[in-house]
C-alpha cells in the first residue's frame, strides 16, 4: 500500500517561496499520476497541479499557474511543489495524492492514496 508523506510547509511572508516535497514509502511513485491539492478553511478541497508518470506531462490551476512549479524525482520517489510568488490567498493544508486509474487530471474521487497535508501560511 503506498504511504505518502508531505514536508516543507511553513509561514512564509507575502510573495516569499516554499517547496513542498511529496515521499513514497512502499511503492515506486513511477507507478502513478501525482496531485498537490489544497483545502483552505472553510473551503472544498482543490487541485493545484497534477504530474504525469514520466514527468513529461503536467498542468496548473489558473490560480497557481505562473507562480508554482510541479516536479518529481522517480529514482527518489519523491514528487516537489515550488511555490513562488506566494500570496494569503495560498494559505491552505497541501496534499499530495496519488492515482493509478487516471492518466491526467485533478478529480479528486480519482485520487486513492493521500498524504496528511503540510500547513503553508501567508501572511505578513
Known amino acids: 500500500q503506498l504511504q505518502l508523506v508531505e514536508s516543507g510547509g511553513a509561514l512564509v511572508q507575502p510573495g516569499g517561496s516554499l517547496r513542498l516535497s511529496c515521499a513514497a514509502s512502499?511503492?515506486?511513485?513511477?507507478?502513478?499520476?501525482i496531485g498537490w491539492f489544497r483545502q483552505a478553511p472553510g473551503k472544498e478541497r482543490e487541485g493545484a497541479s497534477w504530474?504525469?508518470?514520466?514527468?513529461?506531462?503536467?498542468n496548473y490551476a489558473d490560480s497557481v499557474k505562473g507562480r508554482f512549479t510541479i516536479s518529481r524525482d522517480n529514482a527518489k520517489n519523491t514528487v516537489y511543489l515550488q511555490m513562488n510568488s506566494l500570496k494569503p490567498e495560498d494559505t491552505a493544508v497541501y496534499y499530495c495524492?496519488?492515482?493509478?486509474?487516471?492518466?491526467?487530471?485533478?478529480?479528486?474521487?480519482?485520487?486513492?492514496?493521500w498524504g496528511q497535508g503540510t500547513q503553508v501560511t501567508v501572511s505578513s
Open positions: 495524492a496519488a492515482s493509478s486509474v487516471i492518466n491526467n487530471g485533478l478529480a479528486v474521487p480519482e485520487y486513492h492514496y
Open positions: 512502499r511503492s515506486t511513485l513511477d507507478n502513478y499520476v
Open positions: 504530474i504525469s508518470r514520466s514527468g513529461r506531462l503536467l
